[in-house]
């Protein structure tokens, strides 16, 4: 039989046991954008991928890569800051609406559905850039 769907984490469910009021995306009718990523030193080009990737929808909703992942994706000297700070970052921006800890790696159907996600907004990593952060063409 496949495996159910995986649940996560995200941060306005955290905070809701912390009786400060979630920011709720179900059943609302807004368009969820869904944009992944190991957000390691957020800096101004992640602020302009996830600026890009809001534009998409109404409501944005970012995965942040566990430590374990994010050294499979960027090498072994990574992540420099913690899952938990890089969480907080990627929070504190104005264009994300909540964020999902420790995202799953590979997204099924069921993962996005579960999330009730519409768009999947793929973001590039080109070092070389000076557009980094920018969402993939």
Request: proline share 7%.
């Amino acid at each position: 039989p496949p495996a159910a769907p995986r649940l996560n984490l995200t941060l306005s469910a955290l905070t809701s046991l912390h009786s400060m009021p979630p920011r709720p995306h179900r059943g609302t009718g807004r368009k969820v954008v869904y944009a992944e990523g190991t957000f390691d030193l957020f800096h101004a080009g992640h602020v302009e991928a996830l600026r890009e990737a809001r534009a998409l929808g109404d409501f944005l909703l970012v995965g942040v890569l566990s430590d374990d992942h994010s050294r499979a994706l960027c090498g072994e000297s990574r992540p420099i800051l913690t899952l938990t700070e890089r969480v907080l970052g990627v929070a504190g921006c104005r264009y994300v609406d909540d964020v999902v800890i420790d995202s799953p790696w590979d997204l099924s159907a069921d993962a996005l559905s579960a999330m009730d996600v519409d768009v999947v907004a793929a973001l590039r990593v080109d070092l070389d850039s000076p557009r980094a952060c920018a969402l993939a063409d």
